[in-house]
């Protein structure tokens, strides 16, 4: 991205001041005034001067500070330093936006000139205002080496200033801080290397002055050697002219070279440069000899803050300071006394007039500039949103991503690799164990996480820790250094160190640093820190940030580790170029299809570009219930199964060379043998080319049919057939499970079918039975059909030598961190996690949650090439992204490239459907599972709980959707004719064409333009 500067016309100023004019070719233009309609502006500063009497004049050169509080005392002051002493500007300091724009419409009302209103933000107006950004402070940004986010920083913080009517921003810190002990600059430069401070600086001022509001560098000539605070005393610098030359100015020319506005003015005393024990601020050698003569600066000169005791003990400081060369006084200590001693200096010659109308000709010059000429009351309404764009908030999280700092990793365990040969914990010291950084952490991996205070309540977790591997340490303040407790606790173990403080504090944790694997450094404790130091932690990013200062004894300015991004990151849609309103429609259907009960509640992901841009969750498990979705909680994925366990698993067994498609599944299902189903191949099941039929009962063998009379079910409901199985079809309940095959109590040999239900393993083999004794169909055409990813898991099992779930899990989810992807859930988590699914009033007579929903795989123990498999979005990602990678993922290879083409590419003959996974529908006669902008490169699946996923490589693209839209029952069938899936996928291409992340929508791949998509092809499993 490369930044646009404003060009710069040549024009000439001259500044009046106790030396006389100052020849222009020392002078450096800003380009603030280079740009202005010199003609206009100087018509309208005389109009405005001559209306003026002396003491208006003089008030124009005065800037008092002004609480930001809305009372009635407060007002009454404010009012009376506009009117009374005619203030040019004000400095609020503390409050809220709200209050402070009031005040500042007031005040704006009240003055006869307009007043220039500034704001003292470092790190953007949240260092004064509530409900704002907080964007980070100046040393982390030092570690950023992409100069051009801080461009867009500041043209970001122009803007909320330009809404609060704010002209003026004292800020960049220009300081280079050399000292690690300085009290007062520290965190707020940019670093210890000078041209590193210039560049940032620059930018950031650039930034700002692009949008409007005058960038004012401080604290000339450099605060970032003193050991003392201007705010207490006055700080002495002992060094010579040549030092600062090569450290301390250096910042300050580069800002002035690139045509830059304002400067202000420190509170130090620097004999090298006026032997005079004084305030630099009061210094004419400093002021006018040095800033203006020497470096050639033109723009406006502010003092800093003159209430400040390095200078408020100085005799009659505003004249001295008038004196030395400063146009605006900043925050007198007492503003109507400063005042009067002005005023009275001019009558008594020792301030001259010409001295007085430089100045303030000078101020009302940048007025006109900046455009406070052009006053208009701040709107309140909505201004607190207006502040808080989604665009503010990604420039922000781009500064805290590009900040992140690799400073060890000896090891080269950074980005964390073999998850599944990994037990991890995360262990934050001084934060509480629920915070950003963990929860971040284990988006991507099983991390059990742990908090203390300090050293001593971690060496009680000992014990806890012994069986980790891998331990991951936060630090987030300097109470209580827990350095001998780290390294107690890590013996034998590798050891991730994360920081979330000032640089120079690591130096308590040196021994813990030495000894750590890798060390992570994310300067400060805010969530957008803790979010990005988790992310580069597992390679979510890239990382390539750079300590801006030296920590002594351990890392010198400069040090730095690139790493690459490995794994999906989660960030904001603008972050693939997308503003986020774009996404707002999505919200507004889901509601749709909650409000007419199409599901209770969903998720929703959307990855784009190896970026997770939209993952919320919608809705509760159940109508009318309290338990609302979250982004953790568990689906049933009902037929997405066959593409995401059986599919992967059939992959990496081809990978492997282990089983050919062409290979007929009878080889490793003998029962198919002798029967006309021997021939069927691996390659025509994936397909659903077999003849198979589309439904068998399966349940019905476990039935004890003589245990009723009559038939099981009616197309109408009596006393009798009380149970809805389907929309026109009612079942009895008063029939009996074989005791040999279904149980009520838990026995060897038995599996849960439900709560208090349990089936005998070996029905497994009898539901194979029956998919071998099922009628075939003549023509072995395309029919969709469970029973060909049953008899596939049976090829799985039978050449893995280990049932599906545990082949998934050891080959692709262990390793991939997907958690929560996984059969028979309630081994692993708490039934609270898992989303039910329908009230099953005929087979299992509850409420069904945390088993699977599907009668075949139900009765196959949980487990099947069909069904079963329960995860939440987030996990499934990881698995659709290493696909979208080509088989690769965090680093590591799952499957070749050559297998990932094949089975993502292929496309049968004769239908829409790939190798085991379904795609658009690109005739227009027929319907489409998925959205009418969705390429032919598309593949994924549908679930029949209301699930689906889609991965499009052609625009590198992930969406999946997961619901429970069979709860309570079945017959909920709004999800389909209300295209509820489809639609939010085609928002979903909308908001990037709208965005223009995609220069062309893959005009290349046929686009499927049927939009009259109203089926499921997982209905046909619900005909018994």
Not at 348 to 372: F, H, M, N, P, T
Not at 644 to 658: G, H, N, Q, R
Request: glycine share 8%; charged share 25%.
């Amino acid at each position: 991205m490369k930044i646009k500067y404003i060009t710069a016309l040549a024009v000439s100023f001259t500044v009046f001041c106790s030396f006389g004019p100052v020849t222009e070719n020392k002078k450096k233009t800003p380009t603030l005034y280079k740009t202005a309609d010199s003609v206009k502006m100087n018509r309208w500063v005389d109009s405005v001067y001559n209306q003026m009497s002396p003491e208006e004049r003089i008030g124009q050169l005065f800037m008092p500070v002004v609480a930001g509080d809305n009372t009635d005392a407060n007002k009454r002051r404010m009012l009376s330093l506009v009117n009374d002493q005619h203030v040019g500007g004000i400095l609020f300091s503390k409050g809220t936006p709200v209050n402070q724009a009031e005040l500042t419409n007031q005040a704006q009302g009240s003055a006869k000139v307009p007043l220039m209103i500034s704001l003292d933000g470092e790190w953007g107006l949240s260092m004064r205002l509530s409900s704002t950004t907080r964007f980070p402070r100046n040393m982390m940004l030092g570690a950023i080496q992409n100069d051009s986010l801080l461009y867009y920083y500041g043209l970001e913080v122009a803007r909320q200033c330009r809404l609060m009517g704010i002209h003026v921003n004292f800020a960049p810190a220009m300081d280079v801080n050399s000292n690690p002990a300085n009290p007062v600059i520290g965190n707020r430069s940019f670093g210890e290397d000078p041209a590193n401070v210039s560049k940032l600086g620059v930018m950031y001022a650039k930034g700002l002055e692009a949008g409007g509001v005058m960038a004012v560098a401080k604290h000339f000539p450099g605060h970032g050697d003193t050991s003392t605070d201007s705010h207490k005393v006055l700080p002495l610098i002992t060094h010579d002219k040549d030092r600062l030359e090569d450290v301390e100015f250096k910042p300050f020319r580069e800002y002035i070279q690139n045509g830059l506005s304002g400067m202000m003015i420190a509170h130090l005393n620097i004999p090298a440069l006026d032997d005079r024990k004084q305030p630099s601020s009061l210094s004419e050698s400093i002021v006018t000899g040095l800033l203006q003569d020497e470096l050639g600066f033109s723009g406006l000169i502010f003092t800093d803050g003159l209430q400040m005791k390095g200078v408020s003990g100085e005799e009659n400081y505003c004249v001295r300071a008038l004196q030395a060369g400063n146009d605006i006084l900043v925050g007198p200590l007492n503003p109507v006394k400063d005042y009067e001693s002005v005023k009275k200096a001019v009558e008594d010659k020792v301030l001259s007039e010409d001295l007085i109308a430089a100045r303030c000709k000078k101020v009302l010059a940048y007025k006109y500039i900046l455009g406070v000429k052009d006053t208009r009351p701040i709107d309140t309404n909505g201004l607190v949103q207006h502040l808080n764009t989604s665009h503010g908030e990604w420039i922000n999280r781009e500064l805290h991503k590009g900040a992140v700092t690799l400073l060890k990793d000896d090891q080269k365990i950074i980005p964390l690799k073999e998850l599944d040969k990994r037990k991890i914990a995360a262990v934050s010291i001084g934060e509480r164990a629920d915070n950003t950084f963990h929860n971040t952490l284990k988006l991507y991996a099983d991390v059990t996480c742990f908090s203390v205070a300090n050293g001593d309540e971690l060496l009680k977790l000992k014990d806890k820790l012994a069986s980790f591997t891998t331990l991951i340490v936060s630090v987030y303040n300097n109470r209580g250094s827990a350095n001998a407790a780290i390294q107690s606790v890590g013996q034998g173990k590798e050891i991730i160190m994360t920081f979330f403080i000032v640089p120079y504090r690591m130096s308590s944790y040196t021994a813990s640093v030495k000894a750590a694997d890798g060390v992570i450094l994310a300067y400060e404790n805010s969530d957008l820190a803790q979010d990005y130091a988790a992310q580069a932690i597992f390679g979510g990013n890239r990382v390539n940030g750079k300590i801006p200062v030296t920590v002594k004894g351990l890392f010198k300015e400069g040090k730095g580790i690139d790493i690459k991004k490995t794994r999906l990151s989660y960030d904001m849609p603008e972050a693939a170029g997308i503003p986020s309103g774009r996404f707002n429609k999505i919200d507004t259907i889901v509601q749709e299809g909650i409000t007419a009960r199409a599901y209770p509640g969903c998720q929703i992901l959307i990855a784009k570009d190896g970026i997770v841009i939209y993952n919320r969750s919608f809705g509760s498990f159940e109508y009318n219930g309290n338990r609302k979705v979250t982004n953790d909680d568990i689906y049933d994925l009902a037929s997405m199964t066959k593409a995401t366990a059986t599919v992967p698993a059939i992959m990496k067994l081809y990978d492997e060379s282990k089983i050919k498609l062409s290979t007929p599944i009878s080889t490793y299902v003998p029962v198919l043998k002798g029967t006309d189903k021997s021939q069927i191949t691996i390659r025509q099941a994936l397909l659903h080319e077999t003849g198979l039929t589309s439904f068998i009962p399966y349940y019905m063998d476990a039935i004890d049919q003589s245990s009723y009379d009559g038939k099981l079910f009616n197309r109408s409901k009596t006393g009798l057939y009380s149970a809805l199985f389907d929309t026109n079809t009612w079942a009895r309940t008063d029939y009996k499970y074989k005791p040999d095959l279904v149980s009520t109590t838990e026995k060897a040999g038995f599996v849960p079918l439900a709560d208090g239900l349990f089936i005998n393993k070996a029905y497994n083999d009898t539901i194979i039975a029956a998919i071998a004794a099922s009628k075939l169909r003549p023509r072995k055409t395309y029919l969709y059909s469970c029973l060909n990813f049953m008899l596939l898991k049976e090829v799985v099992e039978k050449v893995s030598k280990e049932d599906l779930n545990s082949f998934v899990q050891d080959n692709f989810f262990s390793k991939l961190g997907s958690v929560t992807s996984t059969y028979t859930p309630l081994k692993k988590f708490d039934k609270s996690r898992i989303v039910p699914t329908e009230q099953d009033d005929f087979l299992r007579k509850q409420l069904i949650q945390g088993y699977v929903h599907d009668e075949g795989a139900a009765f196959m123990g949980g487990i099947s090439g069909n069904a079963g498999l329960f995860s939440n979005a987030n996990d499934l990602a990881k698995l659709y992204q290493m696909w979208l990678n080509k088989g690769k993922y965090g680093g590591e290879e799952y499957l070749s490239e050559k297998t990932w083409q094949l089975f993502t590419k292929t496309k049968s003959a004769t239908s829409r459907r790939g190798l085991g996974f379904d795609k658009p529908e690109m005739r227009t006669n027929k319907s489409s599972p998925t959205s009418a902008s969705a390429p032919a490169s598309v593949y994924g699946h549908t679930g029949f709980t209301g699930t689906c996923f889609w991965i499009d490589p052609d625009n590198d693209l992930i969406f999946i959707f997961l619901s429970n839209r069979i709860n309570d029952k079945r017959t909920h069938k709004q999800l389909m004719s209300m295209n509820i899936r489809q639609r939010i996928q085609e928002e979903m291409y909308r908001a990037m064409r709208k965005g223009g992340s995609l220069s062309e929508l893959t005009e290349s791949t046929n686009i499927n333009t049927n939009t009259n998509i109203d089926t499921d092809d997982d209905d046909q499993t619900d005909a018994e």
